[in-house]
């Protein structure tokens, strides 16, 4: 499968000529997903140009006074009026974040990476699997996918969170399970004894999952180490590295190539990636920041 899929159609930016302004975008909405994880909208301060994106990329959003932070989308693709980000309240700038109320004003610069190569994967069966918050770069996937069903082979969703009080998008995973057309797989780490789901790690799942593994293509967000063994786990299928893509996490700063900051032996995330074939990334999986 060629490597090119990932270089989609540049999305148009929203904060104009200087990719480094952010542009003022206000809260529409924050709507709790778990303890710690909140989903916001946001809708830009004035007129601007329409803000196009595709799954799998990110924006920077910077809560005033305090930073920024890479943030992907989480909404359905397209030219949209609205922006979803799924944030997890990790560090200063994302508690920030979360303390925002209705009618607030944030920083937003983007939209900034490759996206996934959802193009590649039409007329393939196709495998999303997630780990935590992983889950909020592939929503806009399975959206795309979802809306353009008769374009993929069967889709499988497999995703893993810590426990179940850590299932983002909960009430969303019913609506998806409840559907014909898409296998949803669904783990914890642990739970307690009213947990009736499965436990386990993600990978545990890879089996549960209906695909050919010669025509599957297979995108993989979420902690390292949860995509070093669902690689291992989809090898043991037999599906090839080309067919696996993951999404990188490392500190950003400026977002576009400029500061080095996101380095990753010879590819900077914000601009190469996030998302990257596996075979590209292979040997650096597990590097800590240089
Ligand atoms: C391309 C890309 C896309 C991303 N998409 C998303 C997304 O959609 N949603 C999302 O939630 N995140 C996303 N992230 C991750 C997010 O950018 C980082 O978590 C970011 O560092 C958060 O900034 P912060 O200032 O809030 O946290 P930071 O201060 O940078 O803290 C980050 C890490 O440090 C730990 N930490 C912070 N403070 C402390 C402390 N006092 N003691 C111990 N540990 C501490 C946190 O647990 C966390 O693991 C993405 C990252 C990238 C690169
Ligand atoms: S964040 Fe500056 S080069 Fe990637």
């Not at 916001?40 to 990110?58: C, D, I, S, Y």
């Not at 508690?95 to 004003?105: A, H, M, N, P, S």
């Not at 190569?117 to 929503?139: F, K, N, S, T, Y």
């Not at 293509?217 to 090839?240: A, D, S, Y």
Request: glycine fraction near 12%; proline fraction near 8%.
């Amino acid at each position: 499968m060629s490597e090119r899929g990932a270089a989609a159609t540049p999305a148009r930016a929203v904060t104009g000529t200087d990719p480094m302004q952010p542009a003022p975008w206000r809260v529409v909405r924050t709507q709790p997903e778990t303890h710690d994880t909140f989903t916001m909208t946001l809708a830009p301060v004035g007129a601007g140009p329409p803000f196009t994106f595709e799954a799998g990329q990110f924006n920077m959003l910077f809560a005033p006074g305090v930073g920024e932070a890479a943030i992907s989308m989480s909404g359905c693709t397209g030219t949209v009026d609205k922006v979803v980000h799924t944030i997890r309240a990790a560090g200063r700038v994302t508690k920030t974040l979360q303390g925002l109320k209705r009618g607030d004003v944030l920083g937003l610069r983007g939209p900034f990476g490759k996206p996934w190569p959802a193009r590649q994967a039409e007329g393939h069966d196709v495998l999303l699997v997630a780990g935590g918050i992983g889950l909020a770069p592939l929503r806009p996937a399975l959206c795309h996918m979802l809306e353009n069903r008769e374009r993929f082979g069967r889709v499988n969703l497999l995703f893993g969170a810590r426990s179940p009080r850590d299932i983002v998008f909960a009430k969303e995973i019913e609506t998806w399970r409840g559907r014909f057309d898409v296998n949803v797989e669904v783990t914890v780490d642990r739970a307690e004894s009213d947990w009736h789901g499965r436990v386990g790690v993600v990978p545990t799942l890879v089996p549960r999952a209906q695909f050919d593994p010669a025509n599957t293509v297979v995108f993989v967000c979420g902690p390292e180490i949860m995509m070093h063994f669902t690689r291992r786990e989809l090898e043991r299928h037999g599906v090839p590295d080309e067919s696996i893509w993951v999404s990188m996490e490392r500190n950003m700063k400026c977002g576009v190539g400029f500061c080095g900051h996101c380095q990753f032996g010879p590819l900077f995330i914000c601009k190469d990636g996030p998302v990257f074939r596996y075979d590209r990334v292979a040997s650096l999986l597990g590097i800590r920041e240089v």
